[in-house]
């Protein structure tokens, strides 16, 4: 699996190269736009943000998970330039692609339950993180609209 730096470079200029109207097609009702999938991976780099932090500084947390498609809505993505979504979620990236780098390897083993959830590593959490990231990065050149 890539790193979410290199997850970044190879995705930033497909971004870049979207129109707004691309990046506010909505292809069916309540499928999210490539803003509002944007807006969704920024408001999952700063709940994962926190949990890096958190969990590498102690082992055995419980924390609780996020209402998405709220943080998506009040987020307010979908009136947003979409130049200023994409450079912001390539900054944020990168900050959180230079903390997991720099997670102390001791706190990698540590665990955390996310909403009720079963045990996962720290590292598993990271891994996680880019996968998810890819994954709906992967959605959004298939929403060419009008």
Known sequence: ?????AAVAQHLPLLSAL??????H???????????ILGHLLDSGVNNHARFVRV??????????????????????TARPWAELVALWAAYQEQLAHLIEALPP???????RIGGGEPVTLRCLTEDYVAHQLHHLAQIPGRVGP
């Open 19 to 24: 129109t707004e109207a691309q990046a506010a």
């Open 106 to 112: 001791a706190s990698l083993s540590h665990t955390v």
């Open 1 to 5: 699996m890539p790193s979410l730096s």
């Open 26 to 36: 909505m292809p069916a009702p309540g499928v999210w736009s490539a803003r509002e």
């Open 56 to 77: 590498s500084a102690e082992d055995g947390l419980s924390l609780p998970g996020y209402d998405q498609t709220l943080w998506v809505q009040r987020g307010g993505y």
